[in-house]
C-alpha cells in the first residue's frame, strides 16, 4: 500500500475553479470520470448506517504535482450534501475542503483493520466514463474499484482503494 492521492471536495464550478486557479493548475490536463457508485456511510457517534443505493460524482485527476491530486464532486448531493457526505459533514458542513489521502492497495493486499479508527464509508463503484477505464486497450479497461474510508480524527480521515480487476 502506497499513500499516492490527495483529494480535494467541491460543490461547484466555482469553488473548483478557484481551486485550480489557487493551485496553479487551471490550464493543465485533468482526467475526467463520471461514476455511479453504491455506498453505505456509517455515523460512528450513533452507529446509524445509510445505505445510498446510487451515489454519483464527478471525479478529476491530476497528475503535474507529483502525486494524484483528485478534485471530487457528488453530482446526486443536493441539500444533502451533509448527510450524504462524511467527510463534509465531519468538517462542519464545509463544501470546498480536503476530502481525504488515498492509499491505493497492492493487488492482493486486504484492507487494513485500522482499529481504533471508525469506518465512515464503504463503497463500490459500479461504471465509469474516464477513457483509462472504458478503452479496450487500456490497462484499466474494465476496473471497478472498492474502498473505505476511515476517520481518524475530526476532520481527518483516510481512504483505503482497493483496484477490482475484471475476470
Given at each position: 500500500m502506497k499513500l499516492d492521492q490527495i483529494?480535494?471536495?467541491?460543490?461547484d464550478d466555482e469553488e473548483e475553479?478557484?481551486?485550480k486557479r489557487a493551485l496553479g493548475l487551471a490550464d493543465k490536463e485533468w482526467i475526467r470520470d463520471?461514476?455511479?457508485?453504491?455506498s453505505v456511510v456509517h455515523f460512528p457517534d450513533t452507529g446509524r448506517q445509510l445505505?445510498?443505493?446510487?451515489q454519483t460524482a464527478i471525479l478529476q485527476f491530476n497528475y503535474d504535482l507529483g502525486i494524484e491530486l483528485e478534485i471530487l464532486r457528488?453530482?446526486?448531493?443536493?441539500?444533502s450534501?451533509?448527510?450524504?457526505?462524511?467527510?463534509?459533514?465531519?468538517?462542519?458542513?464545509?463544501?470546498?475542503?480536503?476530502?481525504?489521502q488515498g492509499f491505493h492497495l497492492e493487488e492482493g493486499e486486504d484492507f487494513p483493520t485500522?482499529?481504533?479508527?471508525?469506518?465512515?464509508?464503504?463503497?463500490?463503484?459500479?461504471?465509469?466514463t474516464s477513457d483509462f477505464l472504458n478503452n479496450p486497450q487500456s490497462r484499466g479497461?474494465?476496473?471497478?474499484?472498492?474502498?473505505?474510508?476511515h476517520q481518524l480524527s475530526p476532520g481527518t480521515v483516510v481512504k483505503f482503494i482497493k483496484r477490482i480487476e475484471p475476470k
Open positions: 483529494a480535494y471536495a467541491v460543490y475553479s478557484r481551486l463520471y461514476v455511479i457508485a453504491e445505505k445510498i443505493e446510487r457528488y453530482t446526486n448531493m443536493h441539500e450534501f451533509n448527510i450524504l457526505s462524511p467527510m463534509a459533514w465531519m468538517n462542519g458542513g464545509e463544501s470546498l475542503f480536503i476530502s481525504h485500522m482499529d481504533g479508527f471508525p469506518l465512515v464509508q464503504e463503497t463500490w463503484t459500479k461504471s465509469h479497461y474494465g476496473r471497478t474499484y472498492h474502498y473505505r474510508i
